[in-house]
């Protein structure tokens, strides 16, 4: 059990996901959260890393830092992602061991299981087959931090846990026009046709694949959950065991967030579609007592205000 008392490291501490873990440890009363900018700890450092940890000796650490992006970037700048990723979960996980602290949640992708997954893809379905060809590289590097948690959970009795959530949107994510994933580039185009009083909005893809998609602040309370919880699992899946076409996203977003207006969806099927389907299996989870809690239209129109404050201060 972590005290509200205990020193806790937030690698990533800026990102989608890190921002909600502070904002649910803060929330549940611990005090001392430690967090460190790129400039004055740089990840990919080991050195300074090493340094760190030994120094500042923390009881917790989550590691929510990584190099991410949507299919373009992931397909473009495949060695970035696979050196960048590598580097940040090994320095934060092997500095730890070294400094003697024994409990970390390292969070991964669900796109860790491969392409063809039987659905819903249970935990063992890890390295059982081919993975998406748009972003083996970063699954690769996830599945290697996984391996490596697990690995020292076995030799060093270490308390290393794996949490795989599915697709993330909410509140600080990346709307990037080009490297952004599926949700915040969708709320990015219906900002523009809500706004600009479009009559059309083009998606990429045909929207047929499927896909399951969750809350960040449910992925940060499943970390909180965890963190506490004693697991003989190193490797579990976060998600809502709910999924829908990408099709049927399109029109359940703009009906939310334009209600009343008939928008013209148009599929440009020259960009990729991704993994056809992706539903995680979320029994584990749910047998360790934790459950997604955040209303779907509740998660969509936050994010959209989230994105139109972020769009009123800066051209993002």
């Known amino acids: 059990m972590i005290k509200k008392t205990d020193k806790i490291f937030v690698a990533g501490h800026k990102g989608l996901v890190g921002s909600a873990i502070i904002r649910k440890l803060r929330s549940k009363g611990y005090k001392k959260i430690i967090t460190a900018d790129k400039k004055k700890l740089n990840l990919i450092n080991q050195q300074k890393v090493f340094s760190f940890l030994k120094k500042n000796k923390p009881k917790f650490i989550f590691l929510a830092a990584a190099k991410v992006g949507g299919i373009y970037y992931n397909k473009k700048f495949k060695a970035d992602f696979i050196y960048e990723n590598l580097m940040i979960q090994t320095n934060i996980i092997h500095g730890a061991f070294k400094a003697k602290v024994r409990n970390i949640i390292f969070l991964g992708s669900s796109c860790i299981y491969p392409k063809f997954s039987k659905q819903p893809i249970n935990e063992n379905s890890i390295l059982t087959g081919k993975l998406e060809e748009t972003n083996d590289a970063y699954a690769i590097a996830k599945i290697a931090g996984i391996k490596m948690c697990e690995s020292y959970n076995l030799q060093y009795?270490?308390?290393?846990?794996?949490?795989?959530?599915?697709?993330?949107?909410?509140?600080?994510?990346?709307?990037?026009?080009?490297?952004?994933?599926?949700?915040?580039?969708?709320?990015?185009?219906?900002?523009?046709?809500?706004?600009?009083?479009?009559?059309?909005?083009?998606?990429?893809?045909?929207?047929?694949?499927?896909?399951?998609?969750?809350?960040?602040?449910?992925?940060?309370?499943?970390?909180?959950?965890?963190?506490?919880?004693?697991?003989?699992?190193?490797?579990?899946?976060?998600?809502?065991?709910?999924?829908?076409?990408?099709?049927?996203?399109?029109?359940?977003?703009?009906?939310?967030?334009?209600?009343?207006?008939?928008?013209?969806?148009?599929?440009d099927k020259s960009k990729p579609n991704g993994t056809p389907r992706k539903l995680l299996d979320v029994k584990l989870a749910k047998n360790y007592g934790w459950v997604f809690k955040t209303k779907l239209k509740d998660a969509i129109l936050k994010t959209f205000k989230d994105y139109s404050l972020q769009k009123n201060k800066k051209n993002i």
């Open 157 to 267: 009795n270490t308390n290393f846990k794996c949490l795989m959530p599915t697709n993330t949107f909410g509140p600080n994510d990346n709307y990037h026009k080009l490297n952004s994933h599926f949700v915040p580039a969708l709320i990015r185009k219906i900002y523009d046709v809500k706004k600009n009083n479009k009559k059309n909005i083009k998606i990429w893809g045909d929207g047929t694949p499927r896909r399951e998609i969750i809350y960040v602040d449910d992925i940060a309370d499943a970390c909180v959950h965890f963190m506490n919880k004693k697991v003989n699992k190193t490797l579990i899946n976060v998600g809502t065991g709910i999924e829908y076409s990408i099709k049927n996203y399109v029109k359940l977003f703009l009906k939310i967030i334009i209600p009343n207006k008939k928008i013209n969806i148009i599929f």
